[in-house]
């Protein structure tokens, strides 16, 4: 099990801080060049490995900055604080993503990062609990981390505690049946401090979303099922951070959140076969000054 960064975790502390009484554009600045730090971080990781899932991890990097950075009540330090908010990454697959933004709030040293996918890595290439802290389930076959969350949002009310459960969803994802026996779950248990976020890019290895099975009208779905839904623009830090308000009408809330998958990288952006390619050297190179701009 990979181990906390005390330094880092202080700076995550302060970002927190200063994310929660710095006037808006100074908190917004913060964490934008969180996202800019993460998604370069993605790029290194994927070259070093060459193996990756590159156009997910970008378009799903705004949303865990915005949740690890401002929103979920977690201390890299503890990472199994009894009390603590919940997060799941259902769709496994972008776990560079995931790790980058773990590694930059100090739940464990940046230069596991070089590790990535290498032979015996802790750092796979889905999550693993029992090898990274600030990972509470496995995840890689998708449709299994709604599930486990609604058990989390369930844990957490009969034990009386206000812990929220985030799950993020790939859109794809939600074409398997298990994520809308989850939803229904949810929506009748009436999980008001459950939150499922879609990374809705519309695309999905191979092909289009509603070129393969069609998910809209996705809000009214989630809305039938229950839900307190929320569309918003999956790359504005102000608009996620307002999307994470509290439910209005005790429901859970469903965060439907329109990204491009590939964001940041122009060549990869919106391009299906980007899902798991990985860039040449000189690709790379144009990557980077993309994102350093």
């Not at 997060?87 to 070089?114: D, M, N, V, W």
């Not at 879609?198 to 809209?216: K, P, S, Y």
Request: aromatic share 6%; proline share 6%; charged share 25%.
């Amino acid at each position: 099990m990979l181990t906390a960064d005390p330094s880092a975790a202080a700076d995550h502390r302060a970002l927190r801080q200063a994310v929660r009484i710095a006037e808006p554009p100074e908190a917004l600045r913060r964490l934008r060049a969180m996202s800019a730090d993460v998604r370069l971080k993605v790029v290194g990781m994927i070259d070093r490995a060459r193996m990756g899932h590159i156009g997910g991890d970008l378009s799903v990097t705004d949303i865990l900055v915005t949740l690890f950075g401002a929103v979920l009540d977690v201390d890299p330090e503890h990472p199994d604080a009894p009390g603590r908010d919940r997060f799941i990454l259902s769709k496994g697959h972008c776990a560079a993503a995931l790790y980058a933004t773990l590694a930059r709030c100090g739940y464990f040293p940046e230069a596991a990062l070089a590790t990535f996918m290498a032979p015996h890595s802790p750092l796979n290439g889905h999550p693993n609990r029992r090898e990274v802290p600030g990972v509470e389930t496995n995840t890689g076959p998708l449709g299994h981390g709604f599930p486990v969350a609604i058990g989390c949002a369930l844990g957490a009310r009969l034990r009386g505690d206000h812990a929220r459960t985030v799950v993020v969803l790939g859109d794809g994802e939600l074409q398997e049946g298990s994520n809308w026996e989850a939803a229904m779950t949810g929506g009748h248990q009436r999980l008001a401090r459950l939150y499922a976020v879609v990374d809705r890019n519309r695309l999905q290895q191979g092909a289009r979303t509603e070129d393969t099975v069609r998910l809209d009208p996705l809000a009214e779905k989630f809305a039938a099922f229950g839900w307190e839904v929320r569309e918003t623009d999956g790359h504005d830090h102000a608009a996620l951070l307002a999307a994470f308000a509290p439910s209005t009408t005790g429901q859970p809330v469903a965060v439907i959140a329109d990204t491009v998958k590939g964001k940041g990288v122009s060549f990869i952006e919106d391009r299906v076969e980007w899902h798991h390619k990985v860039p040449d050297p000189a690709q790379v190179r144009a990557a980077i000054e993309e994102l350093t701009r």
